[in-house]
């Protein structure tokens, strides 16, 4: 989602010191989806880096992360790819398995904390 769709919502916010990005999915850019929960979580993250930086952000200004898996058997493989994208302290993160109305197997929401 780095292009911001022309869906009934907002890409980014910023409020009280925050920013709220909405939920990412793995779609490239060529409107492919990567094979693995691996793969999809690095895209995710990538496209996530990529709105950040629109910001003036990076990862590491993450604080909190929402994250809906739509296999639980996936759950180890995905960890280590989040693991990845993260240096100490890590951010807050709460996953759920869920639902997903996309064919992709993981959505991630994030806060970050906005630089003064």
């Not at 990567?34 to 993250?45: N, R, S």
């Given at each position: 989602?780095?292009?911001?769709?022309?869906?009934?919502?907002?890409?980014?916010?910023?409020?009280?010191?925050?920013?709220?990005?909405?939920?990412?999915?793995?779609?490239?850019?060529?409107?492919?989806?990567?094979?693995?929960?691996?793969?999809?979580?690095?895209?995710?993250?990538?496209?996530?880096a990529e709105t950040l930086?629109?910001?003036?952000?990076?990862?590491?200004?993450?604080?909190?992360?929402?994250?809906?898996?739509?296999?639980?058997?996936?759950?180890?493989?995905?960890?280590?790819?989040?693991?990845?994208?993260?240096?100490?302290?890590?951010?807050?993160?709460?996953?759920?398995?869920?639902?997903?109305?996309?064919?992709?197997?993981?959505?991630?929401?994030?806060?970050?904390?906005?630089?003064?």
């Open positions: 989602m780095s292009d911001a769709p022309s869906w009934p919502f907002s890409l980014v916010r910023r409020a009280g010191g925050l920013v709220f990005l909405s939920g990412e999915i793995p779609v490239a850019d060529d409107g492919s989806i990567p094979e693995g929960i691996a793969a999809q979580t690095d895209l995710v993250f990538k496209h996530i930086a629109g910001e003036g952000l990076t990862l590491d200004d993450i604080v909190s992360c929402m994250v809906h898996l739509a296999d639980k058997a996936d759950f180890a493989a995905y960890n280590e790819a989040y693991r990845r994208q993260f240096k100490d302290p890590l951010p807050v993160r709460t996953t759920v398995q869920a639902q997903m109305i996309a064919d992709v197997k993981i959505e991630v929401t994030v806060v970050a904390a906005a630089r003064t």
